[in-house]
């Protein structure tokens, strides 16, 4: 809207109800968000094109426009907020503006956790070269990426050109981990550079100024995921495919056998793209994945989800718990509002799946990670989320007319996209995944110990039933790179 003293700047992809916005006057990344708490009439057509369509937006800006006509020095007191405060908003998506009710919600649990740059290198006691500082102010916000990085350029030309700014909306525990962790893991080619500068910020409350983020170079490839939605499969080459696929293989053995430590982010829209069309991987939080993207049991169906309730109706449950339900999914809930951890420079991160597990275990989660990356490679798919885990497993509704061609089901193939002995070794490292059901390898197996299949290249142990054969656990990620790598050699 023309004139606002609001701009939109997004809007997650996952959660259309929230959207990121920015005080027109002010350039400073503040990573704000507005949330909104609908109650929707019954005449009403509320879907995720209703957020994200230009009317509803405009209808927005408007809401603010007016919220801020009535404080008296809102552009100034938004320009002081911790990064990640939120304007909530609750009304009807269809309804006038004027009974749309908005509220401010400074982001106090993040301001408590904040530490200074003596605290964190006191913390760390000298086991890091800690990179030269820039102040938050001297940032000038160009565009948001998601809910935590903005393209940022400086206003003392610190460095040329557009660069990244992480900064932090919740769970500052988990950014000053990766923060270490990229300071510590030794280079390589396929992996996201060691912070360039960290970024520090004057806070209220605070003796000294804080870290709130860092700064590193400007991916202009995008993201892998951007690129599976902007181009079609016959588009990319199998032999771009598989350097690709051993670029990012070879990224994940650098973690574990240079860095000593385990990569739980790997996922399209965390593989980004340099400028020579080179994957590199970002976004070591070492925070978890999305749920449908870990082997059982880590990947847990929420209690609202079909999965949940496997000996009952979920319309049914749904239907008995319809209240239950919208309170514990209500962005105002407080229990929604996750209380932060203070950081305390755990060697493993704070996610305890990964994090507590041993690291023959670390490299089985690795290459189950892996395998889905491949399958999004070579089928091209972002595989972003599982219609199963919403209609349940066996539903027509799953493999209907609906499904995104881009976002097609884990582990459907499409004709001879995946070379078939990728498609096994996918399924000899992922069969436990629910989306395979019964299905088993269809090669022909030998009576020998420890067989080698033929045209898959996967490994049995056979006992002297051909009945009884016992797969293997998953392969090793050195496995995964002598097969990529004897399919590459076939293909020149």
Known sequence: MEGSIWRIDGQDQGIPTRIFIQPAATSRALHLMCLFEFKQSSDSNCDEATFTSTKFRSTILRVLENWATRMSS?????????????????????????????????????????????NLAAIWGGRVDIPPCTEFDQLISLYRLDENVSVVSSENTLWQ????????????????????????????????SKPIFLVTRAERGCD?????????????????????NRTSWAEISQRQRLKWSRQILSALRHILERGHTY????????????????????????????AHWFPPPIAEPPFHSPGYYPHRSFATVVE??????????S??????????????????????????SSAYQQENYMVYLFAKILWCIFEWQTHRDSRLWKVGIGSS?????????????????????????????????????????????????????????????????????????????RPSLEQLEKVLESIECETK
């Open 263 to 290: 990569y739980s982010e790997l996922k399209p829209d965390n593989i980004l793209l340099s400028h020579g069309g080179e994957m590199v991987l970002t976004d070591f939080e070492q925070s978890g994945n999305w």
């Open 320 to 329: 008995e718990n319809e209240e239950v339900i919208a309170w514990h999914e």
């Open 74 to 118: 809102t552009t100034t007191s938004l320009t002081d907020l911790t990064i990640g405060s939120r304007l909530m908003v609750s009304g009807q998506p269809d309804g006038a503006c004027s009974n749309m009710n908005v509220y401010l919600s400074p982001n106090f649990e993040l301001q408590r956790r904040y530490l200074s740059l003596d």
């Open 397 to 473: 509704e799953a493999d209907g007319p609906g499904a995104d061609k881009k976002n097609g089901l884990f582990p459907a193939f499409v004709g001879q996209r995946t070379p078939q002995q990728i498609q096994h070794w996918i399924w000899l490292a992922t069969r436990d995944s629910p989306g395979w059901e019964d299905k088993q390898c269809n090669c022909a197996i030998v009576q020998m110990e420890w067989e080698i299949c033929g045209d898959s290249g996967a490994a049995f142990a056979v006992s002297q039933s051909p009945e009884n054969i016992i797969g293997i656990s």
């Open 331 to 356: 962005s105002i809930n407080p229990s929604k509002m996750v209380a932060g951890i203070h950081y305390s420079n755990r060697a493993a991160g704070y996610w305890k799946d990964f994090g507590l």
């Open 161 to 192: 050109g557009p660069a990244i700014f992480k900064g932090c909306t919740k769970g500052i525990a988990r950014m000053y981990h990766e923060i270490r962790l990229l300071l510590q893991l030794p280079p390589h080619a396929n992996i996201v």
């Open 208 to 228: 000294k100024p804080i870290v709130c983020g860092y700064i590193i170079p400007y991916f202009d490839g995008g993201t892998l995921e951007a690129l599976i």
